[in-house]
């Protein structure tokens, strides 16, 4: 009998560390998945950060062994940043990586790997987003010496989850962090720092808690960030110049318990999209505003449908989802899916007044079966430039890796 049970236990040692399978059809979607990275622990960005090469040849990911880059066309792969580096995002213009190492700004062309320093950052400071022409990064900093909060629960989850990498997976106290970090009201500075003098320019000063900053993929001046807090408690997606002027409002509740947030821009720079409830947990939009004409298109979803992020095809006419667990915000009983949605706006009859929001609805299918996934890691999902495949990361294997699901149901 003991040797059975020490048989048994070797057989699943054995399983649990072969590698994931690097193909396979999703037998309940019809889809075609395939393993992007093989190094245990590997991941793709979050949904925001653009991890593309302006090629559109070459998308970057992140291993315990540093930065990588994998060409899409052949699917090999080469290690352009080694050691710890925490990725900024890729460049729309050249095909350089963005980095931060130690207080340090650092770029990598992944290519070449000609590498250069860019500037020290400010004390507490951290950056976020190159802008279109690659001529400005952006960050933010705590002034002063007050708790941070977001940092303390990032480490906590370190501890908790030793195959983590780069604070990827969400803290088990989040939503108490939230509450105390947005309580606190430290005293930020939001700050650009060019990349051709390395020169910080602190842009705006607030005490609300500034994050989720994002540059217009076309326009270098126009910058995105939020209030961020508890999505109920706070106006969350703003935009500012790069100078610090135009601080705008984007979107104005109209009810209690209503939320927004997880906002990303499209890839024309045009529309700023993101989830919306009406009210919190009840309806469920993907709401987009248009940053030149203040037009608004919301298009509806079924609770099961709603995901922690959504994201575009380079022509905005195909989305993507990554789907949610019972203990989302949705509480969706079969929402662990990777989505793709194809919108449809409704016929205009009647009154039409110019701000009035246009509806519409996502017809939703689904690419891949997330049951087995653990959605304390955020999946993330972007699609390849090419708009064929949507990628994704995922621990539904035991460790992360990188996967892509193709649009196109296999043949």
Partial sequence: MLRLICLSVLTACAICAADPPKTWIDPDTGHRVVRLTDEPNSASLYFNQNGYTADGKKMVYTSPQGIHVLD???KATKLVVPGRARIIVTGHKTQSVYYMRGDEVMATDVDTLATRSIGKLPRRGSVATVNAD???LAGTYIEGDGVDYNQRAGQQAQKQDTNQLQNLIQPL???QMMEQRLAA???MAMFTISTITGEVKVIHRATDWLNHLEFSPTDPTLLMFCHEGPWHKVDRIW??????SQVTKIHNRTMSMEISGHEFWSHDGKTIWYDLQTPRGEDFWLAGYNVESGRR???HLQRDEWSIHFNVTLDGKLFCGDGGDPGQVAKAKNGQWI???RPELFE???INEPGFVQPGVFHAERLVNMAKHNYRLEPNVSFTPDAKWVVFRSNMFGETYAFAVEVAKAQ
């Fill in 297 to 299: 298109t919301w298009y």
């Fill in 239 to 244: 935009t500012i110049r790069s100078d610090g």
């Fill in 134 to 136: 690659e001529t400005l």
């Fill in 173 to 175: 106290n989040k939503g």
């Fill in 185 to 187: 009201h430290l005293p």
């Fill in 72 to 74: 899409l066309a052949t």
């Fill in 348 to 350: 205009t009859k009647g």
């Fill in 339 to 341: 989505y793709l949605f």
